[in-house]
């Protein structure tokens, strides 16, 4: 595309203009000629241009008025590319399956802005989810989401993403790699979701109100965040029980559970929320 509109801070635009870097992650989501592919935050199409004729199906989602009327321009007439002038925040999976492909079999490939990071991965995390996702995010962000436990860096975006989906950090990019250039490196993950999803709907409700909690607490044992957050608020011998069937200390900090022992305790624990501590 000729005459491209100037990135937007308001939006956090960084466009990727290493076109080794482009090849190497569309080579990370390895793609075939059945695959239906959602982008998000195509851009001036640095990645779309190594996925056109590569997919079934190609699904632009562009927030950007001026870039997405330059997408729809360019690929108008393409059976086989569509856009959406949207954001993908208002937009669920299933909305942007096209006719015919079920929503866990979609391939997810974005750039994302950093300041919606979290948000827009539990978004792509909802229910129908994706066959996998593959995000260009923070560094720092990346290293969050695969934090070993114990670590400053574990917590409840941890927690809340390797409970539902097995994640990796495949390789950083270098804000070089960028123009206008960030403040930060970037890294590119692949998140596969697990399925059939491994807990409830319901579940997984009560999974994310336990973790949200302790972790706002994270300095506090966790006894006393289970007995006296708002949020909670079980009562010591409940506790006790639950945290006995789970295998786990009232007195560890929630950085020492692993993901697995934060579904075991969230099973463990009533699942109606109790009644708010006076």
Request: aromatic residues 4%; proline residues 8%.
């Amino acid at each position: 595309m000729s005459g491209h509109p100037p990135a937007k801070r308001s939006l956090g635009q960084n466009f990727l203009v290493d076109a080794n870097i482009q090849r190497r992650i569309v080579r990370a989501l390895g793609v075939g000629p059945d695959d239906t592919v959602v982008e998000i935050g195509p851009g001036r199409g640095a990645l779309t241009r190594h996925l056109e004729g590569a997919v079934r199906s190609l699904v632009l989602v562009e927030l950007d008025d001026a870039l997405a009327e330059a997408l729809a321009n360019e690929y108008a007439g393409r059976y086989d590319v569509s856009v959406l002038h949207a954001d993908i925040l208002n937009v669920s999976l299933s909305e942007l399956a096209p006719d015919g492909t079920d929503a866990s079999e979609i391939r997810v490939l974005g750039n994302i802005p950093y300041n919606i990071t979290t948000p827009i991965l539990f978004h792509l995390l909802k229910r129908p989810r994706p066959r996998d996702i593959l995000l260009m995010v923070q560094d720092e962000v990346a290293a969050r989401i695969v934090a070993p436990v114990g670590t400053k860096e574990y917590g409840a975006l941890s927690v809340g993403v390797r409970t539902v989906a097995e994640v990796e950090r495949l390789f950083k990019v270098r804000r070089r790699a960028f123009r206008p250039v960030p403040g930060v490196d970037s890294a590119i993950i692949r998140v596969r979701p697990i399925h059939p999803p491994p807990m409830s709907q319901q579940e997984e409700e009560a999974l994310r109100r336990l973790v949200r909690a302790v972790f706002q607490w994270r300095r506090k044992q966790l006894g006393k965040t289970l007995r006296d957050h708002q949020d909670l608020g079980y009562a010591p011998d409940v506790a006790a029980a639950a945290a006995e069937r789970a295998g786990v200390s009232l007195s560890d900090r929630p950085e020492r559970l692993t993901p697995e022992q934060f579904v075991d305790l969230a099973a463990a624990l009533p699942r109606a929320r109790p009644a708010p501590n006076l």
